[in-house]
C-alpha cells in the first residue's frame, strides 16, 4: 500500500519536473515577465523596507528578481529545479554585473546543497504553490531550519483551482497550519484572473 503511494509520489515529482524542463526547453515560459513585482519592491524600498541582508529565493526563474534584490544591498542565495533557468539566471546576474550565487536545487532539499544559512529574508514567486503536496513539509522544514530571527517569507502563490490539476495550489490555512514558528502577517488577494495570493510569513523572533 504504502509502496504504491511512494510510487505515485516519484511520478507526480517527475511529472511536475518535465512539465517545467519543457517550458524551459520551448522558450521563454510564461510566467517569465522580467518585471520584479510591485509587492516586492514595497517590501525592499517601500517605508518600512526591511533592512538589506541575506535572502534565499526558492524557485528563481531566470534570475529577475534575483537580480533586482542584489542591486538593492542584499547578499543573494538563488536556487531553481531547473538547469536551463539556472544557466540564464547566472547570465542575468553576469550581464547586469551583480554578484549573486544561483544553485541548481531543489527547494525541498535544501540540505542536498548545503546553503547553512541564515537567511533574513525568502522569497518565493509561484514555487511554492506548484511544488507537490508530499513534499511540502520538507520545504518548510528547510526554509525554517534556514531562517534568522524574525526573517520573513514573501510568496506569491496561486489558490487552488488555478490549474487543471486536483493538487497544485495554496490557501492561508495551509500555509498557517505547515509553518510551525512563523505568523502569517498579511494575505494580499492578487490581481490575476484566478485566485492568487501574496501571503508575508514572519518567523518568531530569538
Ligand atoms: C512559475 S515559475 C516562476 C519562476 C520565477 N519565480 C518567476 O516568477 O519568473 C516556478 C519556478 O519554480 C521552479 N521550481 C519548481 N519546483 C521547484 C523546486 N522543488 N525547487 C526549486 N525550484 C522549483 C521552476 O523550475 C520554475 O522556475
Not at 86 to 107: H, I
Not at 129 to 143: F, L, Q
Not at 150 to 176: C, I, K, N, Q
Amino acid at each position: 500500500m504504502s509502496e504504491t503511494r511512494t510510487a505515485a509520489e516519484l511520478d507526480q515529482e517527475a511529472f511536475v519536473r518535465g512539465v517545467l524542463e519543457d517550458f524551459y526547453r520551448d522558450g521563454k515560459p510564461p510566467w517569465d515577465s522580467g518585471i520584479t513585482p510591485p509587492e516586492l519592491v514595497a517590501l525592499i524600498e517601500g517605508p518600512g523596507a526591511l533592512t538589506a541582508g541575506r535572502v534565499l529565493e526558492l524557485g528563481c526563474g531566470t534570475g529577475t528578481n534575483a537580480v533586482y534584490l542584489a542591486q538593492h544591498g542584499w547578499q543573494v542565495t538563488a536556487v531553481d529545479l531547473v538547469d536551463r533557468a539556472v544557466q540564464q539566471a547566472r547570465e542575468k546576474a553576469a550581464a547586469a554585473g551583480s554578484d549573486v550565487t544561483v544553485l541548481c536545487a531543489d527547494a525541498t532539499r535544501l540540505d542536498e546543497v548545503g546553503l547553512p544559512g541564515p537567511y533574513d529574508l525568502f522569497f518565493d514567486l509561484s514555487c511554492y504553490c506548484g511544488i507537490p503536496p508530499h513534499r511540502r513539509d520538507a520545504y518548510t522544514a528547510g526554509v525554517t531550519k534556514r531562517a534568522a530571527p524574525d526573517a520573513r517569507l514573501l510568496m506569491f502563490g496561486y489558490g487552488p483551482g488555478a490549474f487543471d490539476d486536483s493538487w497544485s495550489g495554496v490557501t492561508a490555512d495551509e500555509l498557517s497550519a505547515r509553518f510551525a514558528g512563523w505568523q502569517l502577517a498579511d494575505v494580499t488577494p492578487g490581481t490575476n484572473p484566478v485566485p492568487t495570493f501574496w501571503f508575508t510569513l514572519r518567523r518568531a523572533a530569538a
